[in-house]
């Protein structure tokens, strides 16, 4: 074969490819790997130009994927004071009174509903420390906000509204806007008026954000959004003026409501991209979240709430869903409650056998025995997140598991219960709403906290595989991914522990020794060196 570009060796290679399970080199060119094998094939492999990188005894797995992150919308998500570490009202009223002040406002992201000790979230019991300003706090769901009395005027909200998609201004029994807001459109009426970061801004923070994410193992994402309309245009751009650190993957929104016109331009978007991201699948909402009082249940939560799919026709959920089927379109449908997926399990299972492992269900936080074989029989992907689970408590006094009951609450994150009945199971973080680091996921796969923590919890190679063949097999790329073998991508993560095999606590803190993507080095803890031909 020709010289390769770069040779890895001094390693032991986790491969998962059936065919050679172990390796001790890897050659790459051309970004793909072009050759797998012992130290001593490394002479016939390299050529004047090659760079020989000695990972010094390190593990060389296949590039780490996050199956389910949101790397855009996040960095307008996670924008203003972090406050995912308050942990009740004194502190939240704290982090406020000390938070910046972006263009007059007091923005903030991560808050866990579990800071309002069982109180209704209402901006009442904060007002008082903004001293007027006008507030947007996102909480760490994603699906719903804390809007201040100043910055409801501003959005012009002054009592409920009606939605074409489930969502809320929640108000008092008198009619007053708490300044709770549940789901996309509630929020959207406030935080269309939040500052924005400039094109300039969104570039630098997206490509420190891919730098930060490859320091952890990562070489790619599926990102669930394609965010507003200038995305392709600002990852165009990052592009024109470097590299992508990550290869990303983006599923636009479909929305209730979708007509056939916006149906075929989903379709039409398919395969849009540039040299490490396209277009590659359709995102649904089948429910919210427990939490929010959104999940799509079989039987309402504690607060009587839950009964509602986010689709208010869930038919025309499944028309949208066949349209896209026959079309040969992936797609990724967000179902926490056991309803919702139930639901999308019977629409996939009107489709026939030719949407087998095309479609997958994002979140599955609670589902019941009846439902967990039917992924693997309907050929249904399990996309899970398992660092979620730290919003939860083993003595079940968190807000999910209050609202969920004992029953439900005991069938969390069934990660494990999933791959034992065959199902194919993509791991990931939901970054912004759990940290993106890669190492967190593992770890919390193979240690799950909270509800989940009674539960039998995945192997580290199951893990691994999550984030790795499984996350291939999510995207339709198993021919070309999440294997090391001659002609996959050149996608490589190096660890200085096993993941397999090194105990949770310590793969947590694991230094990332090298992180390679589509063949380009995005990340290295040693200093390289090249070696002339012999």
């Not at 930060?212 to 592009?239: I, S």
């Not at 609202?403 to 791959?419: K, S, V, Y």
């Not at 339709?476 to 190096?494: F, K, M, N, W």
Request: one cysteine or more; glycine letters at 12%.
């Amino acid at each position: 074969m020709p010289a390769a570009d770069t040779v890895l060796t001094g390693a032991r290679v986790r491969t998962l490819d059936p065919g050679r399970p172990e390796a001790r080199a890897v050659a790459v060119s051309d970004g793909r790997i072009v050759a797998v094998g012992e130290e001593s094939d490394v002479r016939d492999w390299r050529g004047p130009g090659t760079e020989v990188i000695d990972l010094g005894g390190a593990t060389l797995t296949p590039g780490l994927t996050d199956a389910h992150s949101h790397p855009v919308w996040g960095i307008e998500m996670a924008e203003g004071t972090d406050l995912s570490a308050v942990r009740d009202l004194d502190q939240l009223r704290t982090a406020l009174r000390a938070a910046e002040h972006s263009g007059g406002w007091v923005v903030g992201y991560g808050l866990d509903h579990n800071a309002f000790g069982g109180r209704p979230v209402d901006r009442a019991l904060i007002e008082d420390v903004l001293d007027g300003a006008p507030a947007f706090l996102r909480l760490y769901d994603g699906h719903s906000a804390l809007a201040s009395g100043a910055a409801l005027s501003a959005a012009g909200i002054t009592g409920p509204r009606a939605f074409g998609q489930r969502s809320e201004i929640v108000c008092d029994p008198q009619g007053r806007p708490t300044g709770h807001l549940v789901e996309h459109a509630a929020m959207g009426l406030v935080g269309a008026l939040v500052p924005k970061p400039s094109s300039a801004e969104r570039r630098a923070r997206l490509v420190e954000l891919l730098d930060a994410m490859a320091a952890t193992g990562l070489t790619g994402a599926h990102v669930m959004d394609l965010g507003d309309g200038g995305v392709p245009a600002l990852l165009a751009t990052v592009e024109y003026e470097g590299h992508l650190p990550l290869r990303l993957n983006l599923a636009p929104w479909c929305m209730p409501g979708a007509t056939d016109e916006e149906l075929t331009e989903l379709i039409e978007l398919q395969g849009t991209g540039g040299r490490h991201w396209r277009v590659g699948g359709v995102k649904f909402f089948m429910d919210g979240t427990v939490e929010g009082g959104t999940a799509w249940l079989e039987h309402a939560d504690c607060h009587g709430q839950g009964t509602d799919a986010f689709w208010p026709d869930p038919a025309g959920y499944a028309r949208a869903v066949r349209v896209l089927d026959a079309a040969g379109v992936r797609t990724a449908t967000h179902a926490i409650g056991d309803a919702a997926v139930r639901h999308v399990l019977d629409t996939v299972a009107s489709l026939g056998g030719q949407a087998r492992m095309r479609h997958r269900i994002e979140h599955i936080e609670t589902v019941p025995d009846d439902q967990l074989k039917r992924f693997a029989e309907l050929g249904v992907i399990a996309s899970m997140q398992p660092p979620h689970t730290a919003y939860t408590r083993a003595d079940h006094t968190d807000e999910w598991s209050k609202r969920l009951g004992e029953d439900r609450a005991g069938r969390a994150w069934r990660c494990r219960d999933l791959r034992d009945a065959g199902a194919v199971l993509a791991l990931g973080s939901d970054w912004p709403i759990a940290h993106y680091d890669a190492r967190q996921v593992l770890v919390t796969a193979r240690s799950p906290l909270g509800a989940a923590a009674a539960g039998p919890a995945l192997t580290g190679l199951m893990a691994l595989e999550g984030m790795t063949s499984h996350a291939a097999l999510a995207a339709g790329e198993q021919r070309v991914a999440g294997r090391i073998a001659p002609g996959c991508r050149a996608d490589l993560t190096a660890f200085v522990l096993d993941p397999v095999t090194a105990p949770p606590d310590e793969l947590a803190e694991a230094p990332v020794r090298l992180t390679m993507s589509g063949g380009r080095i995005t990340y290295q803890e040693v200093q390289r060196s090249s070696a002339p031909a012999l």
